[in-house]
């Protein structure tokens, strides 16, 4: 399934409509999804795009598997963002209260809404591998978000006392060096 945007942000709102017709309208209750990953972080930044969407469910929904949406950036170059089939946050870092903090960005039709982790939660999602894609993100997201650094170290050290997926020593270490970065902001 493709669809076409001018936009980004467009395209994954347009790729959310589209799995919102996958719910049926007669649901007790709205399904969530929380959107991760650059995907997320380009709605707290707008500086970082992404060629997947990584999303969580909280139930499940059956979503096409070729789900992609092409958008022009602002330069009319042709681009494509696909659903993310594999993604799986259990293998990572995550808080188990994320949802708690996570920031509503749009509802359809009482059925389906779409939040966003919060900027702090993201921060956390990116401890464990911290590529240099996950560094310039932790960076941005610092630039551009009022992160608290108390916060963020009270929930990083959660997660990483409870995952089993992770180097948590590693991990410890990581933190400090952002804590380090919002510090120096």
Known sequence: MLAFENSFKNAIYKMMDIISEQIPNNVAYPIKAYITG??????????????????ILSHRVKIPGDLSVVWLDENENINQVSYDHTYNPTLGLLHED???RAELIKTIDDKFEIYTLSPVDL?????SRYASNDEEDINNIIKCCNIDKNLLSELANDAINVSVAINKKDALLKLSWIIEKIDKK
């Open 98 to 100: 994320f949802e708690d």
């Open 123 to 127: 921060i956390i999602t990116k401890i």
């Open 38 to 55: 650059g995907c997320a972080v380009h709605f707290y930044t707008n500086n970082r795009v992404s060629d997947d969407v990584d999303l």
